[in-house]
Each structure stands twice: as structure tokens, then as C-alpha cells.
């Protein structure tokens, strides 16, 4: 696709430097280019009603609202475009920055070291391909509240287990519960379908006590078979902030017949955490009845070290775009081996998601890390089956 068509806005704090790049992309045939000074400038072009913009070039270091911060608005906007990061910082920092805007679901074309020179800037521009219709995908699937109302009360909701296992000696050690719909025209519908409109619409604990009760319940089950394996369930953020939900978790786990530490509730840090004393009194709370706490997703959040040391966790669970680019690139793979070791000093137990691959598998378990999850293993299965997938599973040799 060729540059005339596109638009293109450039952050750059530094006068001289952000007209050098307009001169340059006018010189490559660009028509459409706007200019911001900071992060906050950039923003109000990329959200406001204007010409959607295709190509972002933006600067990491800019005062105010920073290039990463930039990034993670226009990662949350969930809009198809691509980037360009332009930075006169240390590349294993850059690399960083880079996987963090990729964990952010943003086309990442590259990124270019000071000074930008036209050749390396064509070179990524050449990059560019328009976003596939699929690239919009999760705000444009969301189904509707009253829809998703209808289905809470057709039971139409259920968890699926993916299982998890120890990459030192390939024993099944537990199985995450995840959320799916059994709709009656559409289908089997996965999380992003229904999960951010049940947080907006006040429903998410309704489905959080189907996933928990059932969980406990299928737990209790392994246990009584010999199967010594732990469930994890997701906690939404928004859970969080009802002072009364450690306890209500507590009685309805009890009430199934599991002990708390056969269950590990699993945390997507986030920076939208609104209430912070509420959520930590009830992982506190949690942690002390005897719960697993996980840290999700962990690498795409934005004070990752800081919830670290607030929150009393007991397991660090790898984000999979990590694990994705580790096998790929020396600057990843370091980032990795220093969160798990990371892990490690603070004893807590690592666990990788989106394990795909025998080169991922060899890599964590080189790495020393302790559990894997992802389709390589195993995808996510109906409850019933897990026990016979468990029966049937042999490690890889
Ligand atoms: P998550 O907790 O990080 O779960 C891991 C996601 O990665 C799951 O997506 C899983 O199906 C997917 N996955 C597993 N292995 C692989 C792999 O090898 N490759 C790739 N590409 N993906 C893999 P899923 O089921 O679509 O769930 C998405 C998210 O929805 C979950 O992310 C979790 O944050 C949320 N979620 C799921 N169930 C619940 C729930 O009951 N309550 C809440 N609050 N959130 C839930
Ligand atoms: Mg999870
Ligand atoms: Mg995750």
C-alpha cells in the first residue's frame, strides 16, 4: 500500500527532529502527516473524530505524557494501527518498550535508533499492510448486555480447563477454569465476547461464582480420584472492590468440599486499579485463608514490580507474548530469564502461558521455569474430559 494514501502522525517533543521526519515522509510521497510535541498532543489526534490514523512514529522519551504511556492509551483504544518507535535509549530497552506495545495487540513495525535516517524509516514504512478485518476483533465482538443477561439465565455459561504441567518431571499439577458461552446460534464463544460488557454491565460476579463453583467442585473430584492437581479461576479487577468478597469466596469454595490451597485465583495486574486498599485487603485476605494468589498476564501491566511487592502473591504466570518472542529474539529471551528468576528470589512458583511449541517448551524448561500451559500441551477442554486427558498425558521426551 503506498504512503500517499495513508496518515501518518509523528510524536516527537524535539522541534528540529520532528520536522526532519515530516520533511522525510513528504519526500517518500506521504500526504497526509500530523505533528504532536508530546504524548498527550498525539493522543488527542489519534482519539479525536478526524482521518484515522494508520502509522504512528512516536518518540519514547517526551515530557508529559511519555511514549510508553502513549503507547498503552492507544493499546487500550483497541484500534488497528501501526507503529514505529524512534529512541536514542539502550536497544535491551527499547527491546522492552517493544514488547510491551506488541503485548498491547499493536502491529509493531519496528523500531529505529537515533538519529532516523530516511533509509531506515522507508525500510519499516515498506512494513506497513493494511490491518486484516480480524485485527479489530475484541470491541467489535462483544455481544450485547441484554443478550448476555439472557444467556446468565439459560445457564448458558460454563468453564472450560486447560491444563497445567510441571516442566521438571511433566506431572499434570493443576488446570485453569476458562470462562466460555454456549450460545444457542453462535456457537461456543470465548471471553472477549462477553467479559468487558459484564464488567461494564455489573454481571461479572454472576459469572464468577458459576466458574468458582464449578471449579471447586471439579477440584474436589481430582483430588478424591488421586489426581493431585490445584484449578485456577480469573478474578476480575472489579470483584475486588466488594470489601465482602474474600469471605463469600471462602464459604462458597467451602461449600463444595475443596481446602482453599487445592485453589489458585489468578490476577491480571492492571494500571485501572481503581480501589487499591479494598483489593488489597481482599487478597490479603484471600492469601491468608490459605488461597493461591497468581499474578496474570505478567509483563503487560505497568507497574508489574510495584503490585509485586503490595499484593502477597504466590505465583507469577508469564505472559504469552513473552514467551512467543523469547524463542525468537536474544533481547526477549533475556527478559524472560530475569523475570524468572525474578520469580525465583521471591519464591514464587513461575508458570508460562501460550506454550505452542517444542522450541518454547525446551527454552522455559532450560530457563528454569516451573509449569507450562498453552496448546503444545494442551487447549482448553470441557470439564468432563480432564480427567481422561490427565489419565492419557505423556510428557514429551
Ligand atoms: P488468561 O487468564 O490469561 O488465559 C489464557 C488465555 O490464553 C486463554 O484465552 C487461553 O485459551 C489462551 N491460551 C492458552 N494456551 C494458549 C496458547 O498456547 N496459545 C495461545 N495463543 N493462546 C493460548 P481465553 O480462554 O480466550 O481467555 C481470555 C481471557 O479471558 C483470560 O486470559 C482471562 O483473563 C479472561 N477470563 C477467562 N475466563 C474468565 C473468568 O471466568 N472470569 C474472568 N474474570 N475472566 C476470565
Ligand atoms: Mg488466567
Ligand atoms: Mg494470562
Redesign the pocket.
Known amino acids: 500500500m503506498g504512503i500517499e494514501t495513508l496518515h501518518v502522525l509523528v510524536a516527537e517533543d524535539h522541534d528540529f527532529q520532528r520536522r526532519t521526519l515530516v520533511r522525510m515522509l513528504a519526500g517518500m510521497g506521504a500526504k497526509k502527516v500530523s505533528e504532536a510535541v508530546d504524548g498527550k498532543a498525539a493522543l488527542d489526534v489519534f482519539a479525536g473524530g478526524g482521518t484515522p490514523v494508520d502509522i504512528i512514529i512516536s518518540d519514547l522519551e517526551m515530557p508529559g505524557m511519555d511514549g510508553m504511556e502513549f503507547m498503552r492509551h492507544v493499546g487500550e483504544a483497541n484500534r488497528a494501527v501501526s507503529v514505529i518507535l524512534s529512541s536514542a535509549l539502550d536497544p535491551a530497552l527499547v527491546s522492552s518498550v517493544e514488547a510491551m506495545t506488541r503485548a498491547y495487540g499493536i502491529t509493531l513495525l519496528g523500531a529505529i535508533e537515533k538519529p532516523v535516517t530516511q533509509e531506515k524509516l522507508s525500510h519499516l514504512i515498506a512494513k506497513y499492510a493494511p490491518p486484516q478485518p480480524k485485527a479489530a476483533r475484541p470491541a467489535a465482538a462483544a455481544m450485547p448486555i441484554e443478550e448476555i443477561r439472557r444467556g446468565l439465565a439459560a445457564r448458558e455459561f460454563e ?2 480447563f ?1 491444563p497445567k504441567v510441571s516442566l521438571v518431571d511433566g506431572s499434570v499439577t493443576g488446570a ?4 466460555r458461552w454456549r450460545h444457542p446460534e453462535k456457537g461456543l464463544l ?3 465476547a462477553f ?1 468487558g460488557p459484564m464488567e461494564e454491565g455489573g454481571l ?1 460476579d454472576e ?2 461464582w458459576i ?1 468458582l463453583e464449578k471449579s471447586a467442585a471439579l477440584g474436589r473430584d481430582w483430588l478424591a480420584r488421586g489426581l493431585q492437581a490445584t484449578v485456577s ?4 479487577l472489579k470483584s475486588l472492590t466488594d470489601p465482602g468478597l474474600a469471605e463469600r469466596i471462602s464459604a462458597r469454595v467451602a461449600a463444595q468440599g475443596l481446602a482453599p490451597k487445592h485453589m489458585v485465583l ?1 490476577i ?1 495486574e492492571t494500571a485501572a486499579m481503581t480501589d487499591v486498599a479494598k483489593a488489597l485487603e481482599n487478597l490479603t485476605r484471600l492469601r491468608m485463608k490459605g488461597f493461591g494468589l497468581s499474578i ?2 505478567y509483563g503487560t501491566g505497568y507497574s508489574s514490580m510495584q503490585q509485586l511487592s503490595r499484593v502477597p502473591f504466590s505465583e507469577l ?1 508469564i505472559d ?1 507474548s513473552f514467551v512467543f518472542s523469547a524463542t525468537e529474539k536474544e533481547s526477549s529471551k533475556v527478559i524472560l530469564a530475569s523475570s524468572l528468576d525474578m520469580a525465583k528470589k521471591l519464591k514464587l512458583k513461575a508458570v508460562a ?4 511449541t517444542r522450541a518454547h517448551w525446551n527454552l522455559l524448561q532450560e530457563l528454569g521455569c516451573d509449569v507450562a ?4 500441551i494442551a ?2 477442554m470441557e470439564a468432563g474430559a480432564f480427567q481422561a486427558w490427565a489419565l492419557e498425558w505423556r510428557p514429551p521426551e
Request: charged letters at 25%.
Open positions: 468453564p472450560f486447560q485453569e477454569a476458562l470462562a470465548a471471553p472477549y467479559i461479572i459469572l464468577t466458574v479461576v480469573n478474578l476480575s489468578e491480571t496474570d498476564d504466570k504469552q502461558e501460550g506454550v505452542e500451559q498453552g496448546y503444545f487447549k482448553p
